[in-house]
């Protein structure tokens, strides 16, 4: 029973841990939030338009193209990176409520045998 609990307890509580850190970080690289904030003012997917050899109006309309495409980008990255938030905090609610059930089972088991003796001394 000892080695279980020091299996239990120590062991595979930390596995379970460095489990939730892994994911946190592989969700950090899923949703490219590095690179969503080195490029937060960036124009979207390169979509720029040039002005050389352009007339005025056109250099007017070109550099409104690319203001329009680096306000996409911007909200773009910033509700990516909101969601990455929501997603972490997810998880790691999850985790908590996961680890506190964890660390709980082993008591439950031995409060529901301690619980069936009980019931068959009754009877």
Known sequence: MVLFLTWWYGEKFRNILEYFGVFLVYLF???SVRICLTTLFSVWRRDRVNYKGLALTEIFQAWSLNIASRIVGFFVKIATILVYILVSIA?????IVFLGLWLLFPLVIIGLIYLGFKIMAGL
């Open 29 to 31: 690289d899923l949703f």
């Open 91 to 95: 998880l790691i609610v999850l985790a």
